[in-house]
Each structure stands twice: as structure tokens, then as C-alpha cells.
């Protein structure tokens, strides 16, 4: 099942998101989504959320095909996309197919698949093309292989192997020149910039072996090896296409949740028009109006409005800063009662986004040159094999065998050395346990991040929408349940993210009628000729209460409610923390993991976190580069750091450490910048992350180790000229076969809690927009 | 063994058949959507 399904409905509590959904859409410009096709058709896709049978399928195919001019709707039920195609004549009317869908019940948006998921696209096809062939030679050459096998035990006459083997030359040599173009090209991009990579051996390999195959059926020897060389080529394809379904399921999922968060800006006209763009159309100086509610889109200066902004994603801090004309804003900060018109700046080195992301440049750049197992294998590999190849070689001169015997018996050693096993070991492991981890909530970035989890021994926290829910909850206490329900009902109607946190407690209430917002202020309404008001505490006079509520729990912020003359009520709110926290920090304590948190939040709301979760080791108050210095100081003293975090500021530390961890709530950068992402409210995926990291190491160590005794064995066989074509090919696919089986081992028992627990979290009220 | 001229073509042009029956199905896009088709098969129009 796609991810889609399990990460929204966790997206769905979070009230700014949701809300940037239900909202009612503007004059949108669409045209960025459309296609033309060279027909003169138009054609747009839709991520398209809550399909979950076929029926959905049916219904939004129908639903659809009666729409004016559209020719035909179709949904891709894998990646929960829709495409939906216009005829030549008819105009492309993308509104009309939201509102359809939306009368289905199926929230859904126009979607912009980029170049690089195209370019992926056609590799992952170039592979299966090359599979295909690879395979069909592969079976064709066994047949007339095995023919030959069978003759030269019985009666076959030299004519008759000839030809056989001529035809196996006819049907391998273009299938391999085929089927081995992405390792061909593999090892001369490699060579070229001065590395041997994986791909160098094989390439080598696979074109001796069709040489020297030639050249026997030439010579009318007894043995050729062409179905050595396909069978190679088909087993390695099998190993890059797993890969590269992987890496394009994840991708798939992150596009749609993109899309799906509808990500985008509303540009206001210089004729006071209001229009809405998606991010990449933003450009510097262009005036956007952010309402409240919503996320800042880019970094800018306000040019007009006063709001209070919550900047928990970008620097971790979790009380709210007011904003005025002239101040500067930035992307990721969650905007709070007053609406903001704000002038975008130029992005040229000077936004917080840009200073992050050049720190994390940096640190990915080092990580990138760490090494990974397959790396560490290829380099003891290649030399080792090329090594046993020419010693062959020698070895058979120096004993008077002759140039032919001799170079006969050392291609002989680089097929069956051929890396089959090898080039099977760490994909299938890494598909595997992807798969396995994906059915927990964890969608991993980066295949060989689990080698990396494998091996951590600390674990840094960050604290703010991490270790806490990223919505905040009304602090339990005991307030007067009538002013909590009267204020509850009056949350409904604003947009404020504290405001909501109230609002989860109004139940079925409906919102006052005639509530309105006070832009900056709350939220105020005229009941029974009574005015009620809901927001901060100079709005309700209620400055005392607040002080007092404040002193109690240093935490929390606080919202305001006042009926009428009556006594004002301060509720406290705080991000509450994930449900599941305290074990998971004790059970990775108990797995000998040293567990830190560092913040850039206050001193003393982290302090109240780390004391409630028993963390010894905790800092506040830290900048990004703060977050890199200690992290780092902590790798030079030899620990291994997993990374755990959501907000921009954290995206260079999460680049820094050795392996790293984003909930799916977290901001891009940090996304882009982390291993792996888990959905759902729990932090239990941190543990089996690492668990199943391990796992995978230890099934890949197998695996490459399986591989070198079957090298051990094989080379002195084929050096000593006693490898048959038979023996190699039961060999080969013998070894593959085992480290395939042995991969498979990684999708049992996973530890955690199970997928639909952590698919279907408890989703808060929804905040009904006020109109 | 004159058999085998005729035998062995016929295998091979079965054999290119299937191969290139398998790669018209990926150029037209059938395993786009692997998970769609087992429902689609029960659609009825």
C-alpha cells in the first residue's frame, strides 16, 4: 500500500496543514500543473488522497469521464495518482475535476512531477528493458548450453557443437551488448573520473568471457561460456532494478505528500488581485499575503500586518514572536491571527534557508565520502580477483602451458568470480529490509543509511515537534468546564494554531455564527448580548491570569478567553509530548544508547522535557551551528550519532551525523537532508529503525561473507583449469540463489508496534475553517 | 540432425516472440500500475 494514506492521516491533525487543504481555493493559476502533449491534448496529474479499494478506482474514473472535454481519467492505483487528459479542443479546466473529486469524498491536487523523477522514470524502464533481454538470452543460450553439456557425454559430433555454439554467439553477443549498457557505462564514467567502481569488473568480465567464448567456438574447442556471461548479466539487473524501485517508491511517496500539503503561495497583484502560485514561481520581490494560519512560503520582509509567528520548525523555539512592518520572516514559520503581506527577498546567500543549507552541503559532502560496505567490498574485491587472474596466468606459463591454456584457465577465474553474489548481496538486503521498515511507518531516503543505523550508539534528540507533538493540547488541569466549552466553541472559528489546540476539546459543538477574527488579537463573537472574546491576554484583559499560568508551568504559552465583564480564564498550551517518548528513551537506554537532546529552544521548557523523559544530557538555546559543533565533537570522540529532529535549524546536524531520522511533519530541508522519515505520533519507529538497521548489517556481512568462501572455493577450481561451463553456471546461480534467500530473512518479525497502529493515529478534530 | 535447422528457428522466433510480446507491454505502459490491474480485471466494462 502506498504511503500516501498512513502519512496524510497524520498530516490531517496537524491544523495548519489541514486547513491549507480545506480552504476556499482562489482564482488559482493552474496553467504551471497542464500539459500540452504533442496531440494537442492536455494532460494533468492529480496526487489524489484516500483511495483504498477499487471501488475508489471506479468511482473517480467514472466520476470523472462526464466532465466537459475530458477524454479520459485514469488512476494509477500503485502511487495513488491520477491522470486525467483533455480533449484537443477543450480547455483544461482543473477546478472542475477538484470540485468532482471533491464530491466524491476524495481530497486531491494538481501535481507537477519534476524532471528528475522523469529521468528516473526512464532508467528504471532502460532496466527492465535490459532485464528482459538479459533474461530471454539468458534462456535461450541455457537451452542450446545444456544441449551441448549433454552431447559431450554422449554422441554430439564436433559439427553439431560448432553450430551450437554459434548460435549461442548469435543470440549472446547482442543481448550482451544490450543488456550490459548501464555497466559498460558504469565503469568508464567511473574510470573517467578516476575510481574503479563494481561495474569495472563486471564490464571486464563479461566482455572476456564473450572474447574468449568466440575465440574457442573459432578454434571448435569443447567448452564456450556465452551463458556465463548473460546469466551474469541477468542476475546483476535483478540486483539494480530491486534498487531502483525502491528508490523511486520512496521518491513517489515524498512527491505526493508534497503535493498533497499543497505547498504553495498566494501572490497578491499589483491590481490587488489575489492568485495562487506554486513555490517554485515564487520570485524575489514578489508580494504574497500569508493568512492566518498558514506557513510563511519564503523568506521576505513584512510590508504590512502585525501577527505573532510561531517559529517552532525553524529554530525550534516555542513561544511566538511578533511581527510588524519591516521585520524579517522566514520560510517554515507558522503564522498566527493577523494576516501578513510580505515582500519576498532575494534568496542570494542571505536567508536562514540558504545559510542552512550551505552547512549542510558541507556536511553531506563529508558523509558522502565515507564508506559504505559495497565500497569497502569493490575495493577489496577488485585487486584481489584481478590479482588471482594474472596469477593464473603466470602460474600456468612459468609451467610451460602455453599463452592458450594459460589465458583459457585466468578468464576462466574472473567468471567465476564474477561478482553475481556480490552485486545481490546488498541490494536484496537493503530492498528487504526497506520493505519491511516501510510497513512499520519509516520510509527510507537512502538504501545505505541502514548500515549507518547499524552502527549507532548515541542518539541526539531534538526536542521541539520531535520528542513533542508538532500541534499543541490544552495542559490537563481543571478550568470551569462552562468557559471551557464556550471557549472551545469560539476556537472553532479561528485559525490560530493555540487556538486549535482548544478547539480538539469542543467535541460536536457547532462554531458561533457571528464569531469574528480580530486580526492580531483573537477572536471575538456577540452572544445573548454578551461579547465573548478568545486571544491573547491584552485582548481580554487578562494580563494577571496569564502571568500567574505562565509561572506555573514556564512551558506552555497561553490563550486568553473573557465573557463579557465576567473573570478573564487563561488556558495554558503546550506541545504535549509524543505518546510513547518516555519508553522509547528508556528502551534505548536499556539498549546501551548514550541519549541527548539538543534544542534551540528555551532553557527551561527543555529542561521540563529531559526531566520528564530522565535525559541527563540536554542543551537549549542552540543555533544550527551549535547543533553541528557538538554533534561533531561528539564523532570525534569516537561516538556514532543518530540524529533525530523535524526543523530547519536541524537540517544541517541531521546532515552532519552518521545517520539520521525526520518525522514526516518535518520541514523540507530536514526531509531532504535525513535517512529515513516515519509517519504517526509514536517514536517507536526511532527504535526499529535501529534494530532493523542492525539486522540488515549483520544479513549483508553474511551475505559477503557467503560470497568470499564461495570465491575462496571456486578460484583454485577454475585456476587449475577443472571449471566446466556446467560447474560455472550451477555456481553462479547457486551462490546468487543463497544470498537472495538469505536477504529474504530480513522481512520477519520486525520489533515495533504493529503498521496499524501506527498507520491510524488518533486524528484531532478538525478545525473547520471560518469563512 | 536436419531437424535442428528447422527446430531450433522456431524456438528462437518463439522465444523473440515472448521477449518482445514482454517489452510492448512495458512501452504501453501495463506495468505502470501493477497493484490497479488485479482490481481492474473485475470492472466490468
Not at chain 1, 236 to 259: H, K, P, S, W, Y
Amino acid at each position: 500500500m502506498c504511503c500516501t494514506d498512513m502519512a496524510l492521516a497524520y498530516v490531517e491533525a496537524h491544523a495548519s496543514w489541514s486547513e491549507a487543504n480545506t480552504r476556499p481555493s482562489l482564482g488559482r493559476d493552474y496553467a504551471a500543473f497542464v500539459a500540452k502533449m504533442p496531440d494537442r491534448s492536455s494532460r494533468a496529474e492529480f496526487a489524489v488522497e484516500g483511495v483504498r479499494c477499487a471501488a475508489c478506482m471506479t468511482a473517480i474514473e467514472r466520476g470523472l469521464a462526464p466532465l466537459p472535454g475530458v477524454a479520459s481519467a485514469r488512476l494509477n492505483f500503485s502511487d495513488r495518482r491520477l491522470a486525467v487528459t483533455w480533449k484537443a479542443e477543450a480547455a483544461p479546466d482543473v477546478p472542475a475535476v477538484l470540485a468532482a473529486l471533491n464530491a466524491l469524498g476524495y481530497a486531491a491536487q494538481p501535481f507537477a512531477p519534476d524532471r528528475l523523477a522523469d529521468a528516473e522514470a526512464a532508467e528504471t524502464k532502460r532496466l527492465i528493458r535490459a532485464l528482459a533481454v538479459a533474461g530471454f538470452a539468458s534462456m535461450n543460450v541455457m537451452l542450446l548450453a545444456i544441449s551441448v553439456w549433454a552431447g559431450s557425454v554422449s554422441d554430439m559430433t564436433p559439427e553439431n557443437r560448432d553450430l551450437f555454439h554459434w548460435i549461442q554467439a548469435l543470440i549472446a553477443l547482442p543481448a550482451a551488448a544490450y543488456a550490459g549498457r548501464p555497466f559498460y557505462e558504469g565503469a568508464f564514467r567511473g574510470l573517467r573520473a578516476g575510481r574503479v567502481t563494481m561495474d569495472f569488473p563486471i564490464t571486464l568480465g563479461v566482455v572476456l568471457t564473450l572474447v574468449m567464448s568466440v575465440v574457442e567456438s573459432v578454434s571448435g574447442a569443447t567448452h564456450a561460456y556465452f551463458d556465463g556471461a548473460v546469466m551474469l548479466l541477468f542476475f546483476l539487473l535483478i540486483g539494480r532494478v530491486l534498487d531502483q524501485t525502491m528508490r523511486r517508491r520512496t521518491r513517489a511517496c515524498a512527491e505526493n505528500l508534497a503535493a498533497l500539503r499543497s505547498e504553495r503561495a498566494t501572490l497578491a497583484d499589483t491590481n490587488g488581485g489575489l492568485r495562487d502560485v506554486p513555490l517554485a514561481e515564487l520570485v524575489p520581490g514578489a508580494r504574497i499575503l500569508v493568512r492566518p494560519g498558514e506557513r510563511v512560503p519564503a523568506d521576505g520582509l513584512v510590508e504590512h500586518g502585525i501577527s505573532e509567528l510561531d517559529h517552532s520548525l525553524v529554530t525550534g523555539e516555542t513561544a511566538a514572536v511578533m511581527v510588524r512592518g519591516g521585520d524579517r520572516v522566514f520560510a517554515g514559520a507558522l503564522n498566527g491571527s493577523g494576516a501578513l503581506t510580505v515582500t519576498v527577498t532575494a534568496a542570494a546567500g542571505a536567508s536562514l534557508l540558504d545559510e542552512v543549507e550551505g552547512l549542510m552541503r558541507r556536511a553531506l559532502e563529508a558523509r558522502s565520502r565515507a564508506l559504505v560496505l559495497a565500497d569497502r567490498a569493490t575495493r577489496l574485491y577488485v585487486p584481489l580477483v584481478h590479482a588471482a587472474a594474472a596469477l593464473t596466468l603466470v602460474g600456468w606459463l612459468a609451467a610451460g602451458a602455453g599463452w592458450h591454456a594459460g589465458l583459457v584457465d585466468a578468464v576462466a577465474v574472473l567468471i567465476v568470480t564474477c561478482p553475481c553474489a556480490l552485486g545481490l548481496a546488498i541490494p536484496a538486503v537493503q530492498v528487504v529490509t526497506a520493505g519491511a521498515l516501510f510497513r512499520e511507518g519509516v520510509l527510507l531516503n537512502d538504501g545505505t543509511g541502514l548500515e549507518r543505523f547499524a552502527q549507532v550508539d548515541t542518539v541526539v534528540f531534538d526536542k521541539t515537534g520531535t520528542l513533542t507533538l508538532p500541534e499543541p493540547v490544552l495542559t490537563a488541569g481543571t478550568f470551569d468546564p462552562k468557559a471551557l466549552a464556550t471557549a472551545a466553541r469560539l476556537a472553532l472559528s479561528s485559525r490560530h494554531p493555540m487556538a486549535t489546540a482548544l478547539a480538539a476539546t469542543a467535541g460536536g459543538s457547532e462554531p458561533f455564527p457571528c464569531a469574528e477574527e480580530a486580526a492580531g488579537l483573537g477572536v471575538r463573537a456577540q452572544v445573548d448580548g454578551v461579547e465573548l472574546r478568545l486571544g491573547s491576554a491584552r485582548f481580554c484583559g487578562a494580563e494577571a491570569e496569564a502571568a500567574a499560568a505562565l509561572a506555573a508551568d514556564p512551558e506552555a504559552s497561553v490563550i486568553c478567553f473573557r465573557a463579557g465583564d465576567g473573570a478573564p480564564v487563561a488556558f495554558p498550551v503546550r506541545q504535549g509530548l509524543r505518546p510513547d517518548a518516555a519508553e522509547v528513551v528508556a528502551g534505548l537506554a536499556t539498549l546501551g544508547h548514550r541519549v541527548l537532546i539538543l534544542s534551540g529552544d528555551r532553557a527551561a521548557a527543555v529542561e521540563a522535557v529531559a526531566r520528564r523523559l530522565g535525559v541527563a544530557e540536554w542543551e537549549a538555546g542552540l543555533a544550527p551551528q551549535d547543533k553541528i559543533a557538538r554533534i561533531e565533537d561528539l564523532q570525534r570522540a569516537g561516538r556514532r550519532v543518530l540524529m533525530v529532529g523535524d526543523g530547519l535549524n536541524d537540517a544541517p546536524a541531521l546532515a552532519t551525523a552518521h545517520a539520521s531520522l525526520s518525522p514526516v511533519t518535518a520541514a523540507h530541508v530536514s526531509q531532504a537532508a535525513a535517512d529515513a522519515l516515519f509517519l504517526g505520533r509514536g517514536l517507536t519507529p526511532v527504535l526499529s529503525v535501529l534494530t532493523m538497521g542492525r539486522r540488515a548489517r549483520r544479513l549483508m556481512l553474511q551475505n559477503l561473507w557467503f560470497s568470499a568462501v564461495y570465491n575462496v572455493l571456486a578460484v583454485p577450481l577454475a585456476a587449475f583449469g577443472l571449471l566446466t561451463p556446467l560447474i560455472a553456471a550451477l555456481a553462479m546461480s547457486g551462490s546468487s540463489l543463497v544470498v537472495t534467500a538469505n536477504a529474504l530473512r530480513a522481512r520477519s518479525g520486525a520489533a515495533g508496534t504493529p503498521a496499524e497502529a501506527v498507520g491510524r493515529p488518533p486524528v484531532a478534530a478538525p478545525v473547520p475553517s471560518a469563512a | 540432425m536436419t531437424v535442428l535447422l528447422l527446430v531450433i528457428p522456431i524456438a528462437l522466433a518463439l522465444g523473440t516472440l515472448g521477449l518482445a510480446a514482454f517489452l510492448w507491454a512495458l512501452r504501453s505502459g501495463q506495468y505502470d500500475d501493477i497493484e490497479g490491474a488485479e482490481y481492474r480485471v473485475l470492472n466490468d466494462d
